[in-house]
């Protein structure tokens, strides 16, 4: 599939996938779900007390307070935090999960936390799903009209996108691959640049379920084949 193609704005923008739904063309991606952030604080580089006012606005604070509920614990700083994290971990990551309160579009079971010890080859979650894509493109994030992404060329001006705008092109090129059959579980392949429509290819194939693989052009003919043969993708992309 070549990266210049032409997706209609008037297509219809709803299909089946149960981490990311989309409303209409209007709306882009449906935002359905809202995250905890704290409203960002002036900071005055010369002001202890806005330095104290934006830690204590902070998520990270909040999280910690939640945790100390939820474990009966104290973490007075920031070591004490990240010892639990690292020894307690299946509590830690269960209470971040809770206090996220499902805001997050996580789906199916949080149990087991994880499976195994070993660092290598413990599975957080195995139970669980989560659209990347559903999560950060999602509205309750930033304001539509916030920045996204800026495209840097060499030989022309720099292109910038908006959130709404981003998420309104990942939508178009997510309904045109699920018409044209990709499905969760594909494996798709791509020799691509590093520019905007990379991204916007990259994230309409993790919205519909299915996994990516990217080689740059330079690589050359016989190290690509190298890097995709084992994958057996049903996909392919790349940029005319």
């Known amino acids: 599939m070549l990266l210049n193609h032409e997706i209609s704005t008037n297509a219809d923008l709803s299909w089946n996938n149960p981490g990311l739904s989309v409303d209409s063309a209007n709306e882009g991606l449906a935002a359905t779900r809202s995250i905890k952030t704290a409203e960002p604080m002036p900071v005055d580089s010369g002001s202890a007390e806005s330095v104290v006012d934006n830690v204590a606005a ?120 699920s018409v044209l059959g990709m499905v969760e579980g594909d494996r798709v392949v791509g020799v691509m640049r590093n520019d905007a429509k990379a991204i916007v290819t990259a994230l309409a194939v993790a919205a519909l379920g299915a996994t990516l693989s990217t080689a740059a052009p330079e690589m050359g003919v016989a190290a690509i084949l190298d890097r995709f043969a084992p994958l057996a993708p049903r996909w392919l992309f790349g940029h005319t």
């Open 58 to 177: 902070s998520q990270m604070t909040a999280f910690t307070a939640a945790l100390e509920a939820c474990t009966g614990k104290v973490f007075a700083d920031y070591d004490s935090l990240h010892n639990f994290s690292v020894v307690e971990y299946r509590i830690f990551w269960k209470c971040f999960v809770h206090w996220l309160d499902g805001n997050f579009g996580l789906s199916g079971n949080i149990e087991p936390v994880c499976v195994g010890d070993d660092c290598e080859y413990a599975e957080f979650f195995p139970d669980a799903q989560l659209n990347y894509a559903d999560c950060l493109l999602n509205l309750s994030v930033a304001a539509a009209d916030a920045p996204a992404l800026t495209a840097c060329h060499a030989d022309g001006p720099a292109t910038r996108w908006t959130r709404g705008e981003l998420r309104d092109e990942v939508a178009r090129l997510a309904q045109a691959l």
